[in-house]
């Protein structure tokens, strides 16, 4: 489920003495173990908790410079 060097989007459910918040942060996963993820942060996590609602992947946007073209008659 996870890939070791991706970034993700988690959100997990955090309970205190004043109730529920949703957790929302961006990490870089870069060690699995089970059901524990390790982050650059250092931070680790149990994927398989209760509180642990989701993560998606981190997309890299497109270049929004143009694409190069190559001549017709080139060779590569």
């Keep these: 489920m996870f890939d070791i060097g ?13 109730g529920w918040n949703e957790v929302r942060f961006t990490e870089r996963v870069i060690d699995i173990d089970g059901p ?4 650059e942060s250092g931070r680790i996590i149990n994927a398989h ?3 642990f609602v ?3 992947p981190v997309t890299m946007l497109a ?3 143009p694409a190069e073209t190559a001549d017709a008659g080139a060779t590569v």
């Design 54 to 56: 989701s993560a998606v």
């Design 36 to 39: 524990l993820l390790k982050f």
């Design 63 to 65: 270049s929004a410079s």
């Design 49 to 51: 908790s209760s509180l």
């Design 6 to 18: 991706t970034g993700y989007n988690f959100t997990l459910i955090e309970g205190t003495s004043e």
